[in-house]
T-cell receptor
Framework: DSGVTQTPKHLITATGQRVTLRCSPR?????VYWYQQSLDQGLQFLIQ???????AKGNILERFSAQQFPDLHSELNLSSLELGDSALYFC?????????????FGSGTQLSVL | ELKVEQNPLFLSMQEGKNYTIYCNYS?????LYWYRQDPGKSLESLFV?????AVKQEGRLMASLDTKARLSTLHITAAVHDLSATYFC???????????FGTGTRLKVLA
């Protein structure tokens, strides 16, 4: 168990809908990362937060947004969902999000858009 | 655009054999990470390499880093079935807080 908690584990929804994925980092970790994993795109970096502030952005679509709350949990919001958004979404955390730290991954949220 | 490429993408090998997975990256970084992902599972850290020439070993796996060549290798010695998994390398990009993963190498060790 990595100590990173993601909910829900599975999510099935329809095109055009909006969903929220939740992540609680390991105790003591201040940085949260979000990744999207799909068969054709691999593991794509979406965004990183540190202590409530956005720190780095990757290939995150404008339809997607995220935030990190004062209690350090994070949410990834996906809106106007398309079939191609079906993927496994991982959250990871690290102590400070700076160079040299390994990431601890949650078990992921499997999103299916029908 | 930053690229982190692994070679090969798929690897099927016999138990007891040796093999090497290669990770090439296109940005300046002195740090490289290896992760393992079992089917249907999450990723877990294997190695953290923090400088040029760094070498780490755990069991039948050994990782090394050549920052001048922008190349890391993951060497498998005398493979066993339990090593079957997908292996990812990752780079944290100097000057940013981006942490980018490679394409992954799916390893299958045949008994």
């Amino acid at each position: 168990d990595s100590g990173v908690t993601q909910t829900p584990k599975h999510l099935i929804t329809a095109t055009g809908q909006r969903v929220t994925l939740r992540c609680s980092p390991r105790s003591g970790d201040l940085s949260v990362y979000w990744y999207q994993q799909s068969l054709d795109q691999g593991l794509q970096f979406l965004i990183q937060y540190y202590n409530g502030e956005e720190r780095a952005k990757g290939n995150i679509l404008e339809r997607f947004s995220a935030q990190q709350f004062p209690d350090l949990h994070s949410e990834l919001n996906l809106s106007s969902l398309e079939l191609g958004d079906s993927a496994l979404y991982f959250c990871a955390s690290s102590l400070t999000g700076t160079a040299g730290e390994k990431l601890f991954f949650g078990s992921g949220t499997q999103l299916s858009v029908l | 655009e930053l690229k982190v490429e692994q070679n090969p993408l798929f690897l099927s090998m016999q138990e007891g054999k040796n093999y090497t997975i290669y990770c090439n990256y296109s940005t300046t970084s002195d740090r490289l990470y290896w992760y393992r992902q079992d089917p249907g599972k999450s990723l877990e850290s294997l190695f953290v390499l923090l400088s040029n020439g760094a070498v780490k070993q755990e069991g039948r796996l050994m990782a090394s880093l050549d920052t001048k060549a922008r190349l890391s290798t993951l060497h498998i010695t005398a493979a066993v079935h339990d090593l079957s998994a997908t292996y990812f390398c990752a780079v944290d990009v100097s000057g940013t807080y981006k942490y980018i993963f490679g394409t992954g190498t799916r390893l299958k060790v045949l008994a």
